[in-house]
């Protein structure tokens, strides 16, 4: 049973991550017709891992800043790479935020 599961699984993890890839590449490359096909196909787990994509980045971000500043044994102040990392990926997590909010909104505007 646990083969059975497992196996089921790995086949919906590899088929998630390679529709989340091929989204991603088509939200850089034609965000609208990629936008357009995912609310008409009504996928709803690709739309909310696309959706997600401002939080990976802030994520993504607090854990680079997390590990530089344990690699480097730092005390309780943050220094100007750590300020600075933050800035940048906070910067970057709101660009990715205004950009996908832009294109569902001319995806809502054009139905």
């Known amino acids: 049973m646990f083969k059975r599961l497992a196996k089921i699984g790995v086949?919906?993890?590899?088929?998630e991550g390679y529709l989340?890839?091929?989204n991603t590449y088509g939200l850089g490359a034609h965000?609208?017709?990629?936008?357009?096909?995912?609310?008409r196909?009504?996928?709803?787990s690709q739309e909310l891992l696309i959706s997600g994509w401002p939080m990976y980045v802030l994520a993504l971000g607090a854990g680079v800043v997390w590990v530089g500043r344990r690699l480097?044994?730092?005390?309780?102040?943050?220094?100007?790479?750590?300020k600075?990392?933050?800035?940048?990926?906070?910067?970057?997590s709101l660009a990715?935020?205004?950009y996908l909010?832009?294109?569902?909104?001319?995806?809502?505007?054009?139905k």
Not at 31 to 39: E, Q
Not at 41 to 44: A, G, I, P, Q, T
Not at 84 to 92: C, D, Q, W
């Open 41 to 44: 196909e009504k996928d709803r």
């Open 72 to 82: 480097l044994a730092t005390g309780e102040t943050w220094g100007w790479g750590a």
């Open 101 to 110: 909010f832009f294109w569902w909104r001319e995806v809502w505007l054009k």
């Open 84 to 92: 600075g990392m933050t800035i940048l990926f906070l910067g970057l």
């Open 11 to 15: 086949l919906l993890t590899i088929k």
């Open 96 to 98: 990715a935020a205004i």
């Open 31 to 39: 965000p609208f017709k990629t936008l357009k096909s995912l609310s």
């Open 20 to 22: 989340l890839a091929k």
